[in-house]
């Protein structure tokens, strides 16, 4: 059965930090794998997307890693800012009876100190 | 255009109401979904739409009964809701076989069961 894992479940940096968010699971026969931001009460923004065949994925100041060998990926924020503070989800989309299946993990709430 | 639209954004009902949740994309996406989101809690899946059928129910109550008219439209029609039923109910849509692809959410419509 296929475990998402978010650690830290909150982070609270100073801004202008570099910081990397952590999503580990389970099981590596991964479809793709991919990161979202949601503010309080809003909907979820999709950041990257890694297909299982890719190592990394860039946008900007983001850069998402996949190691499907050790089960986790990495989110990195370059220059944090007081407007990244959000919840962080990491989402695993795997083969499951025939179909396939997203499983989110708990995510991770960052907040940047101005 | 990467828009998912929800209408409304807030919806307040009683527990003998009837009322309608909706959703629209024109990304041409041909699998739509509906998540449940409780507090600090990640999204549930509830239902997908693929080519307007319905694919997946995730042995969500009958009070809650989607409905796909086109392929951009989506509803949740609510009928005699639980006031545990209160949450933020989400919808997305991705492009591609169902689960596969890169999943768009919109803003979602904040429910409250009196």
């Known amino acids: 059965k296929q475990e998402v894992t978010q650690i830290p479940a909150a982070l609270s940096v100073p801004e202008g930090e570099n910081l990397v968010l952590n999503c580990s699971f389970t099981?590596?026969?991964?479809?793709?794998l991919q990161w979202f931001r949601q503010d309080p009460g809003k909907g979820l923004t999709s950041l990257l997307l890694?297909?299982?065949?890719?190592r990394e994925q860039t946008s900007g100041r983001l850069n998402a890693s996949l190691d499907k060998s050790s089960g986790r990926s990495t989110l990195y924020i370059a220059a944090s800012q007081p407007g990244d503070s959000a919840t962080y989800l990491c989402?695993?989309?795997?083969?499951?009876?025939?179909?396939?299946?997203?499983?989110f993990g708990a995510g991770t709430r960052l907040f940047v100190k101005a | 255009d990467t828009e998912v639209t929800q209408t409304p954004k807030h919806l307040v009902m009683g527990m003998t109401n009837k009322k309608s949740l909706k959703c629209e994309q024109h990304?041409?996406?041909?699998?739509m979904y509906w998540y449940k989101q409780k507090a600090k809690k990640p999204p549930e899946l509830m239902f997908v739409?693929?080519?307007?059928?319905?694919?997946i129910n995730e042995s969500v109550p009958s009070r809650f009964s989607p409905e796909c008219p086109n392929s951009s439209l989506l509803n949740l029609h609510l009928h005699a809701l639980q006031p545990e039923d209160s949450a933020l109910y989400l919808c997305?849509?991705?492009?591609?076989?169902?689960?596969?692809?890169?999943?768009?959410f919109g803003e979602g419509s904040r429910l409250t069961v009196l």
């Open positions: 997305a849509s991705s492009r591609g076989t169902v689960n596969t692809g890169e999943l768009f």
């Open positions: 099981d590596s026969a991964i479809y793709n």
């Open positions: 890694i297909q299982s065949s890719q």
């Open positions: 989402a695993v989309i795997h083969g499951f009876d025939g179909g396939f299946k997203t499983i």
């Open positions: 990304m041409g996406h041909r699998a």
């Open positions: 739409y693929s080519y307007e059928k319905l694919s």
